[in-house]
C-alpha cells in the first residue's frame, strides 16, 4: 500500500530525512517510534505530500505521489489530481482540530458533503454509522467543547474515515490526552487495525506497538535504525540508540 524509497527531504542546513526505505503491506500497521526530531512526523507529513521529498519516491496504493511517470519522465500533478490523492490518504493528529461551531455529526459530514458531493441525507447517516463505529452514537449532537479530548479524538477518527481513505496515517494521536483517555482512542485503533485498514502510527504506546503493529520502525536522526516484528523488536533490541529510547519511554 505504502513504498518509500530513498526519501529525503531538507529543510534549510537541516537533513530530516536521510534516505528512508520502507514498505507497508495493505492491511497492515507500522508503528513508527523514535526520540522527538527524529523526523517521523515529516515522514508522515512526505507520505500524504503535506511536504515534497527533495530526492527518492513515494507510492500510495500503486500510485507515485505528486508526479505522473510518463516515458520514463516525471510529470508534476496538477493540483486537482495531487487532491484526489490525498483524499485516499486519512491523518490523524495530535491535536483535533474539528470545527468548533459544529456538532460531532456535522463534523465527520463535512467532508463528504462539500469535497465528495455525498448527497446530505446520505453523509448524515454515514456521519451515524461511523460515530456509533467509535463508540459516540449518543454524542451526535454535541459540539466538540462539550466533549473529552478522548470523545473529540474518536470524532476526529470518524471523520477522517468519513472520506473513505486506502490509508490512514496517526501521528501520536494520543500524546495530547490525559492518560486515563489513551484507552479509548487506541481501542478504536485497534478495531480499524482488525477491520483492515492500512495503518501507519506515530506512538509513544509500546504496548499498542506490540499487540498490534505488524512492523516497528525505529527512527533516530532521520534514519531509520531498526525494524521489524514489534514483539523482537522489543524484546532484543539490538541498537544502543533504540535500548536507550525504550528505557525512557518504557
Ligand atoms: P518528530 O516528529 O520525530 O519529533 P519532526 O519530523 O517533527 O520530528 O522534525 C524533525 C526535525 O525537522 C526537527 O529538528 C524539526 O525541528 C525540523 N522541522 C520539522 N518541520 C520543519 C519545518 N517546517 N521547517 C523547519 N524545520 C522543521
Ligand atoms: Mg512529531
Redesign the pocket.
Known amino acids: 500500500m505504502v513504498r518509500i524509497r530513498a526519501a529525503r527531504k531538507r529543510f534549510g542546513p537541516l537533513e530530516v530525512l536521510k534516505g528512508i526505505d520502507l514498505d507497508v503491506p495493505a492491511g497492515s500497521v507500522v508503528c513508527v517510534v523514535g526520540p522527538?526530531?527524529s523526523g517521523?512526523?515529516?515522514l508522515?507529513r512526505c507520505v500524504n505530500r503535506l511536504e515534497t521529498i527533495d530526492s527518492g519516491r513515494i507510492w500510495v496504493n500503486g500510485e507515485l505521489m505528486g508526479y505522473n511517470e510518463r516515458g520514463g519522465r516525471l510529470h508534476a500533478l496538477r493540483p486537482a489530481e495531487l487532491s484526489r490523492q490525498q483524499r485516499g490518504i486519512g491523518m490523524v493528529f495530535?491535536r483535533f482540530h474539528l470545527f468548533p461551531h459544529r456538532t460531532a455529526i456535522e463534523n465527520v459530514m463535512e467532508g463528504p458533503v462539500t469535497v465528495l458531493r455525498t448527497p446530505t441525507a446520505q453523509a448524515r447517516r454515514q456521519a451515524a454509522e461511523l460515530l456509533e463505529r467509535v463508540g459516540l452514537a449518543d454524542r451526535a449532537h454535541h459540539y466538540p467543547a462539550q466533549l473529552s479530548g478522548g470523545q473529540q479524538q474518536r470524532v476526529a477518527i470518524a471523520r477522517s474515515l468519513a472520506m473513505r481513505p486506502s490509508l490512514m496515517l496517526f501521528?501520536?494521536p494520543t500524546s495530547a490526552l490525559d492518560p486515563e483517555l489513551v484507552q479509548e482512542v487506541l481501542a478504536v485503533m485497534r478495531d480499524l487495525a482488525a477491520s483492515g485498514m492500512t495503518m501507519m502510527v506515530?506512538t509513544h504506546e509500546m504496548s499498542f506497538a506490540r499487540e498490534v503493529g505488524d512492523q516497528l520502525v525505529f527512527m533516530d536522526d532521520g534514519v531509520i535504525v531498526e525494524r521489524g516484528d514489534p514483539r523482537e523488536v522489543l524484546a532484543a533490541p539490538r541498537h544502543d540508540r533504540l535500548r536507550a529510547f525504550l528505557g525512557q519511554v518504557l
Open positions: 522527538s526530531g517521523k512526523s515529516t508522515l495530535q501521528d501520536e506515530v
